[in-house]
């Protein structure tokens, strides 16, 4: 699985570089704040909202540290889809957050 950490992420997004962030933390969490143009599916919804995961994109994988996001990433993987799991998750995020 490939993996990244916020820092480096967060550089990406800085640089105006074209990233996909999927975020799977529950409602509840994501109401405190999300990475600006994150698309929230909660990880338990993600077998059933595939529709919503361009096969021709990369993904970078949220969650709260990067446990819930691994395995999301590990998922799907294994469905075919280009991913990387951000370690550390929105614990390591400084940036502006979108309610």
Same mark, same amino acid.
């Given at each position: 699985?490939?993996?990244?950490?916020?820092?480096?992420?967060? !550089?990406?997004?800085? @640089? /105006?570089?074209?990233?996909? =962030?999927?975020?799977?933390?529950?409602?509840?969490?994501? $109401?405190?704040?999300?990475?600006?143009?994150?698309?929230?599916i909660p990880l338990g919804e993600i077998p059933d909202r595939l529709d !919503?995961?361009?096969? @021709? /994109?990369?993904?970078?994988? =949220?969650?709260?540290?990067?446990?819930?996001?691994?395995? $999301?990433?590990?998922?799907?993987?294994?469905?075919?889809?280009?991913?990387?799991?951000?370690?550390?998750?929105?614990?390591?995020?400084?940036?502006?957050?979108?309610?």
């Open positions: 699985m490939k993996q990244i950490d916020m820092q480096a992420l967060t !550089e990406k997004i800085k @640089n /105006k570089e074209d990233v996909n =962030v999927i975020d799977v933390r529950e409602d509840d969490e994501v $109401a405190q704040g999300k990475i600006p143009g994150a698309k929230h !919503e995961v361009d096969e @021709n /994109k990369h993904y970078y994988m =949220v969650c709260r540290s990067g446990g819930r996001s691994g395995k $999301a990433s590990e998922f799907l993987q294994k469905e075919g889809y280009d991913v990387t799991n951000v370690d550390g998750g929105m614990l390591a995020w400084d940036g502006d957050v979108e309610k």
